[in-house]
């Protein structure tokens, strides 16, 4: 499996390696050169905790995660493999420099979020989208896959979103199965955004994480500002697995990379135990928010006069996608929605949708704020559709 050669992964100098091993030994080191100004009685009151510089987050903090995703997820989790950092869009970012050189591609699936666009734009790497397919639900087009992959050589990683945004779709056993040979067949590394995982709409009995997997390296992002409800939570996770040897070089990547931002805060550190407690709570709120906005549009859409707006299957996340006839542009319908309404709306080629005719829709308002957005949208596509 290909490794960045763009970080500077070098073996450890003889001091430093001489150093280790004196402290291994439980031989404690002064420095005539350490400049943390913690280690010398000047950290302000307000942070009075001495700074210890881990790549990966604190131990302490590692190991308070993997011991509640642990009994979440009814699963063994080695704190060791967990790399704590601010956001899941930071740790897109690193795991595609620990992966990619400059002009090297990724895989991600669209529909999706235009995010991954953009941080590929900022890493200098390629993003190649491969189509999700709808036909009552939505799936991989696997064979399509296998062919990008033979036409771009330079491709590192695939990422899969599960659930993904804005289709609310998980991987489904089959296609599970098949990504994970193409990773092994074409020597890539998985990249598995979960962020939405627990809100389920519909449940799905096939659908399981891709955290933990064995057979391919493996990256798994989740964080705590979706299952918090609070995207200023700046808390991220990456979760390393797969064959011991490509993780091992795998994590000397993302240590390499973490070294250099150091981005987990003492502040947030103190704050994360709290965090952590909240999180039950929280998503059963969030859970409760959707489900109830999901019956509210399914009721709305068989009321509807004329019974032309659909809506597509989703089995997680807090967004679904409406489908309304091609005759109406999905441009004039928003612009049409701010002028009369009001009210913004996301046509579905913010998503890289094929075809002309959808929109997203976000499950959580509150309730009346919801139905009245609802009946707007309704009426406005009639309008439209009258004219």
Same mark, same amino acid.
């Given at each position: 499996?290909?490794? $960045?050669?763009?970080?500077?992964?070098?073996?450890?100098?003889?001091? $430093?390696?001489?150093?280790?091993?004196?402290?291994?030994?439980? &031989?404690?080191?002064?420095?005539?050169?350490?400049?943390?100004?913690?280690?010398?009685?000047?950290?302000? #009151?307000?942070?009075?905790?001495?700074?210890? $510089?881990?790549?990966?987050?604190?131990? +302490?903090?590692?190991?308070?995660?993997?011991?509640?995703?642990?009994?979440?997820?009814?699963?063994?989790?080695?704190?060791?493999?967990?790399?704590?950092? !601010?956001?899941?869009?930071?740790? =897109?970012?690193?795991?595609?420099?620990?992966?990619?050189?400059?002009?090297? %591609?990724?895989?991600?699936? $669209?529909?999706? =979020?235009?995010?991954?666009?953009?941080?590929?734009?900022?890493?200098?790497?390629?993003?190649?989208?491969?189509?999700? #397919? =709808?036909?009552?639900?939505?799936?991989?087009? &696997?064979?399509?896959?296998?062919?990008?992959?033979?036409?771009?050589?330079?491709?590192?990683?695939?990422?899969?979103?599960?659930?993904?945004?804005? +289709?609310?779709? =998980?991987?489904?056993?089959? !296609?599970?199965? %098949?990504?994970?040979?193409? #990773?092994?067949?074409?020597?890539?590394?998985?990249?598995?955004?979960?962020?939405?995982?627990?809100?389920?709409?519909?449940?799905?009995?096939?659908?399981?994480?891709?955290?933990?997997?064995?057979?391919?390296?493996?990256?798994?992002?989740?964080?705590?500002?979706?299952?918090?409800?609070?995207?200023?939570?700046?808390?991220?996770?990456?979760?390393?697995?797969?064959?011991?040897?490509?993780?091992?070089?795998?994590?000397?990547?993302?240590?390499?990379?973490?070294?250099?931002?150091?981005?987990?805060?003492?502040?947030?550190?103190?704050?994360?135990?709290?965090?952590? !407690?909240?999180?039950?709570?929280?998503?059963?709120?969030?859970?409760?928010?959707?489900?109830?906005?999901?019956?509210?549009?399914?009721?709305?859409?068989?009321?509807?006069?004329?019974?032309?707006?659909?809506?597509?299957?989703?089995?997680?996340?807090?967004?679904?996608?409406?489908?309304?006839?091609?005759?109406? !542009?999905?441009?004039?319908?928003?612009?049409?929605?701010?002028?009369?309404?009001?009210?913004?709306?996301?046509?579905?080629?913010?998503?890289?949708?094929?075809?002309?005719?959808?929109?997203?829709?976000?499950?959580?308002?509150?309730?009346?704020?919801?139905?009245?957005?609802?009946?707007?949208?309704?009426?406005?596509?009639?309008?439209?559709?009258?004219?």
């Amino acid at each position: 499996m290909h490794i $960045a050669s763009r970080i500077n992964s070098s073996h450890p100098n003889i001091i $430093a390696n001489r150093a280790a091993q004196l402290r291994a030994q439980g &031989i404690a080191l002064t420095s005539l050169n350490d400049s943390n100004p913690t280690h010398h009685g000047l950290a302000p #009151c307000v942070l009075p905790e001495q700074y210890s $510089a881990n790549p990966r987050g604190s131990l +302490t903090s590692r190991k308070l995660l993997a011991q509640v995703l642990a009994d979440e997820q009814h699963r063994d989790i080695d704190p060791e493999h967990l790399m704590i950092l !601010d956001s899941t869009s930071q740790a =897109y970012s690193w795991a595609i420099t620990a992966l990619c050189d400059p002009g090297d %591609a990724v895989l991600s699936p $669209a529909p999706g =979020y235009p995010l991954i666009d953009s941080i590929c734009a900022l890493q200098a790497v390629h993003n190649i989208q491969y189509r999700l #397919c =709808y036909d009552g639900s939505w799936y991989v087009d &696997i064979a399509a896959l296998h062919q990008l992959c033979q036409e771009h050589p330079h491709i590192r990683a695939l990422i899969v979103v599960n659930p993904n945004n804005p +289709t609310g779709s =998980y991987i489904h056993q089959s !296609d599970r199965q %098949a990504l994970l040979d193409l #990773c092994r067949q074409y020597q890539l590394a998985l990249i598995a955004d979960e962020v939405f995982f627990d809100f389920t709409l519909q449940p799905l009995a096939s659908a399981r994480r891709f955290a933990g997997e064995q057979s391919v390296v493996t990256l798994a992002f989740d964080g705590l500002s979706k299952r918090l409800a609070a995207p200023h939570a700046k808390v991220g996770w990456i979760e390393l697995s797969g064959p011991e040897d490509q993780v091992r070089r795998v994590q000397t990547m993302l240590d390499a990379v973490a070294d250099d931002y150091l981005p987990f805060s003492v502040l947030t550190e103190r704050a994360l135990p709290q965090l952590l !407690d909240e999180l039950s709570s929280q998503q059963k709120k969030v859970h409760q928010r959707i489900t109830h906005n999901l019956e509210l549009l399914h009721a709305a859409l068989a009321h509807s006069d004329t019974a032309v707006v659909s809506l597509l299957r989703a089995e997680a996340g807090w967004n679904v996608l409406l489908q309304f006839p091609s005759s109406i !542009d999905e441009n004039e319908l928003a612009l049409r929605m701010l002028e009369q309404e009001h009210m913004l709306i996301q046509p579905g080629y913010f998503f890289d949708m094929t075809s002309n005719g959808f929109v997203a829709v976000s499950l959580l308002p509150e309730p009346d704020q919801f139905v009245h957005g609802i009946d707007c949208l309704l009426r406005t596509i009639d309008d439209m559709l009258n004219a």
